[in-house]
């Protein structure tokens, strides 16, 4: 297949790696190249069976407006934006394409977030929870993406907003710590990832899944399909 990366960040750069390794060809347009989504026509994208952006939370919605308006399909691994969800929602409707996101493409963090489903049950048994993530100066947005995912899963399962911790330290790649605290004792749950790797063979993966499809689809409900 033909994808289109926009954005050549550490992520962005093993995305391009892990999709050349699978067979797939793949171009690169990076965000000097693409100012306000200028460098995505309707004529450059129809080459291409999935755009795969990640990029940053100031440029996304616009680089998701010019695909959509294209019909071409579109895997979004930025975070930062998802305050937006319900206009991108209408645009992907409107144009009858494919859009798949996600707060984390790692398989492992999707099952840590489901180990954190069953464990919210935690917090109605006297526990007081935190959430702390640690990430790299260089991240754009904090609290993560996927910090928040932990945060709503708990709050639906359990009625119970946790706070959130933000650390940026030198070139974390990203850790998740869920830790539940009583008076009798404690329960901690870590994510550790040791590379970008897993988030690059993920959005590989969930790309391959999307060409041809239609619809908007979020990476936890799909990733056991891939």
């Not at 793949?26 to 200028?38: C, G």
């Not at 492992?108 to 526990?127: D, K, M, P, T």
């Amino acid at each position: 297949m033909k994808f289109l990366l926009l954005g050549h960040g550490k992520t962005g750069a093993l995305v391009a790696e892990t999709a050349a390794q699978r067979k797939h060809h793949v171009e690169v347009l990076r965000s000097a190249d693409n100012p306000r989504a200028s460098g995505l026509s309707a004529e450059k994208l129809r080459n291409f069976n999935v755009v795969i952006d990640f990029t940053t939370p100031t440029t996304v919605i616009e680089n998701i407006a010019a695909c959509m308006r294209a019909g071409v399909n579109m895997v979004v691994g930025t975070t930062g934006w998802y305050d937006e969800i319900s206009k991108v929602k209408t645009l992907v409707e409107t144009a009858n394409a494919g859009f798949l996101y996600g707060a984390n493409f790692s398989v492992g963090i999707n099952l840590f977030l489901e180990v954190a489903r069953s464990a919210a049950a935690a917090l109605q048994q006297g526990y007081v929870g935190q959430i702390f993530e640690r990430h790299h100066v260089h991240k754009k947005d904090a609290p993560s993406g996927t910090a928040i995912a932990i945060q709503n899963i708990l709050k639906d399962n359990s009625s119970t907003e946790v706070e959130i911790t933000s650390f940026r330290e030198g070139e974390v790649v990203g850790m998740h710590e869920l830790v539940f605290d009583s008076a009798n004792d404690n329960i901690y749950l870590c994510h550790d990832a040791k590379s970008r790797r897993g988030f690059a063979e993920g959005a590989v993966r969930a790309a391959e899944w999307l060409a041809g499809r239609k619809g908007f689809f979020e990476f936890k409900d799909v990733w056991r399909e891939l």
